[in-house]
T-cell receptor, first 115, second 111 residues
Framework: AQTVTQSQPEMSVQEAETVTLSCTYD???????LFWYKQPPSRQMILVIR??????QNATENRFSVNFQKAAKSFSLKISDSQLGDAAMYFC????????????FGTGTRLTIIP | NAGVTQTPKFRILKIGQSMTLQCTQD?????MYWYRQDPGMGLKLIYY???????DKGEVPNGYNVSRSTTEDFPLRLELAAPSQTSVYFC??????????FGEGSRLTVL
């Protein structure tokens, strides 16, 4: 079974600075998807960014980018120019490329933005 | 745009009581899911459905039941509530691989 590990329960960053959240995963599959989800204090979770394992290019969405290292099974999220609205729990998630679309989530990282 | 709607948002149950958490989505998504979120534990999949009439167990199905009679609705039934079922429950739906749309969550306390 796949596992997803987020080793940083909490992180903080000064507003306008850059922060990197770590995620590692364990799988024997070669084709899969990786995701970062954000859960603000209002609790509704939203997708931040997605990466297909077969793509070598790292995904980017505005201030959010990933560093995908397939051989190391690492998938970190970089947030540039941090804003107060970035404060949230961030979850890394894994999904197999084939089958039933089940996501496996990490335990999350709580990000605090310091004004 | 309603998206995924869950009710109720909060509920307190006594041990042994039963209840149903309702979930409705208006995006015509085939896939629907129920997760529970416990502090420090991330999200655990309870049940999921790949379409109307089809459901399957996730990681932690014991104590729960689901049905999927329509594309829109995916209720989660708790029978004989236990303190271990105290949690925040999230319903989600998806169309494309992995891009889940979540409801706002339902906080359940079993005393």
């Amino acid at each position: 079974a796949q596992t997803v590990t987020q080793s940083q329960p909490e992180m903080s960053v000064q507003e306008a600075e850059t922060v990197t959240l770590s995620c590692t995963y364990d799988t024997s599959e070669s084709d899969y998807y990786l995701f970062w989800y954000k859960q603000p204090p209002s609790r509704q979770m939203i997708l931040v960014i997605r990466q297909e394992a077969y793509k070598q290019q790292n995904a980017t969405e505005n201030r959010f980018s990933v560093n995908f290292q397939k051989a190391a099974k690492s998938f970190s999220l970089k947030i540039s120019d941090s804003q107060l609205g970035d404060a949230a729990m961030y979850f890394c998630a894994y999904r197999s490329a084939g089958g039933n679309e089940k996501l496996t989530f990490g335990t999350g990282t709580r990000l605090t933005i310091i004004p | 745009n309603a998206g995924v709607t869950q009710t109720p948002k909060f509920r307190i149950l006594k041990i042994g009581q039963s209840m149903t958490l309702q979930c409705t989505q208006d995006m015509n998504h085939n896939y629907m899911y129920w997760y529970r979120q416990d502090p420090g534990m991330g999200l655990k999949l309870i049940y999921y459905s790949v379409g109307a009439g089809i459901t399957d167990k996730g990681e932690v199905p014991n104590g729960y039941n689901v049905s999927r009679s329509t594309t829109e609705d995916f209720p989660l039934r708790l029978e004989l509530a236990a303190p271990s079922q105290t949690s925040v429950y999230f319903c989600a739906s998806s169309l494309t691989p992995g891009e889940l749309f979540f409801g706002e969550g339902s906080r359940l306390t079993v005393l």
